[in-house]
């Protein structure tokens, strides 16, 4: 079945520093898995920080930025300068099947955000 | 904009007993509602997806008559644990996604705990 791995537990970053979460997938499915990266905010739910549908194309959301890697199958988030705010945990998740297919979610990290 | 609601938030039954969820989605019509585990130390794990004038498709290792859905509406869907024990504990989370739409927009999650 699709499976995503990504950077595994813990993440410690200080605050203005720059931060990449490594992702990568495996899709059994025909065609090209669209591309997700959700985060959790503590106490909060899951929330949808950016998508990318389309090979080679790149998102971002709130000074984050992943871009689809097809030929490498990754999808790695980064961002350049961090905030503690950003402290959370991130899951990278793809998705086959159309629109009415499965969301497989990687293991999820950690960022914790010291000043 | 998109927002599911999931309550209760927190619910704790004793071992052998059943526990409902439900989840309720504002703004949009939900046309397929996908219920996800995390169960402790682990990432998400689909248990079904219901998707509207289709049966619902459970995963493997998950069934109907251990978690019965309704969908009966475009914008409320409900999840039974039945005979809840030790390793059904965890997050239960509800994503809900429109016809058009290639995004899961998640509640905040029931977290079940098992005396």
């Known amino acids: 079945g699709d499976s995503v791995t990504q950077t595994e537990g813990q993440v410690t970053v200080s605050e203005s520093k720059s931060l990449i979460i490594n992702c990568t997938y495996s899709?059994?499915?025909?065609?090209?898995?669209?591309l997700f990266w959700y985060v959790r905010y503590p106490g909060e739910g899951l929330q949808l920080l950016l998508k990318?549908?389309?090979?080679?194309q790149k998102g971002s959301s709130r000074g984050f930025e992943a871009t689809y890697n097809k030929e490498a199958t990754s999808f790695h988030l980064q961002k350049a300068s961090v905030q503690e705010s950003d402290s959370a945990v991130y899951y990278c998740a793809l998705k086959t099947g159309g629109l009415s297919g499965k969301l497989t979610f990687g293991e999820g990290t950690q960022v914790t955000v010291i000043s | 904009g998109a927002l599911v609601y999931q309550y209760p938030r927190r619910t704790i039954c004793k071992s052998g007993t059943s526990m409902r969820m439900e989840c309720q989605a504002v703004?949009?019509?939900?046309?397929?509602v996908a219920w996800y585990r995390q169960s402790p130390q682990k990432t998400f794990e689909l248990i079904a997806l219901?998707?509207?004038?289709?049966?619902?498709?459970?995963e493997q290792n998950f069934t109907q008559e251990k978690f019965p859905i309704s969908h009966p509406n475009l914008s409320f869907s409900s999840m039974t644990v039945l005979n809840a024990y030790l390793e059904d504990r965890g997050l239960y989370l509800c994503?809900?996604?429109?016809?058009?739409?290639?995004?899961?927009?998640f509640g905040a999650g029931t977290r079940l705990s098992v005396l």
């Open positions: 994503g809900a996604s429109a016809r058009s739409q290639n995004t899961l927009y």
């Open positions: 703004g949009f019509q939900a046309t397929s």
């Open positions: 219901s998707t509207v004038n289709s049966a619902i498709k459970y």
């Open positions: 899709a059994t499915s025909i065609g090209y898995p669209n």
């Open positions: 990318v549908i389309t090979a080679g």
